[in-house]
């Protein structure tokens, strides 16, 4: 059963409740970080309270310090650099087109995935409000942005317990094919 539940931001025990395919509307304050910020993070420490944070997969388009575009990045880029902030503290990722095996392992019992929708970038950004910047060096695209969220709609993809909706659909999409055409 799909359940629909409100996550406020810094996250605790209630994630490790929910369930792969469950509705989430997640408030409160975020950090976008791609590569080249999980980089930096690894090389100089994490610049923000990681214990109970969410991070986004995200680089952000910002404009006088309004943010115009804020939609997902893929997560699998980040599959090899996502380790060390669960084993911090942090107890959401959050993205699009869901992250590898090695992932939804490091997540068991720590945390959870949170599917944003693609392509949505402008509405995102209407649910978001600028607080802040670490590593701005990195440019608009890589630098974590700090971003207060305002009810973001967001679909548990991985949850904490090692189910996988990704890996799920995938399963079921191959066996309707083999179905129709073997």
Known sequence: MVTR????T???????????????????IVYTARDEAHLMMKERGIPFEPVGAAIY???PIIQDSRILAAGPTTSARLNTLTGFL???????????GGMGA??????????????????????????M???????????????????????????????SHGNDLFTDVTRQANKQFHRLFT
């Open 5 to 8: 539940v409100c996550l406020t």
């Open 10 to 28: 810094p996250l605790g025990d209630e994630v490790l409740s929910l369930q792969a395919g469950d509705h989430v509307v997640l408030s409160g």
């Open 57 to 59: 997969h995200c680089g």
């Open 86 to 96: 669960i084993d911090s503290g942090v107890r959401a990722l959050i993205g699009k």
């Open 102 to 127: 090695d992932v939804t392992r490091q997540l068991k019992d720590k945390g959870v995935y949170l599917a944003c929708t693609g392509g949505c970038a402008v509405l995102a950004a209407s649910k």
């Open 129 to 159: 409000s600028l607080k802040g910047v670490y590593f701005e060096e990195l440019g608009m695209a890589e630098a974590i942005w700090i971003i207060e969220l305002d009810s973001l709609p967001l679909v548990v993809g991985i949850d």
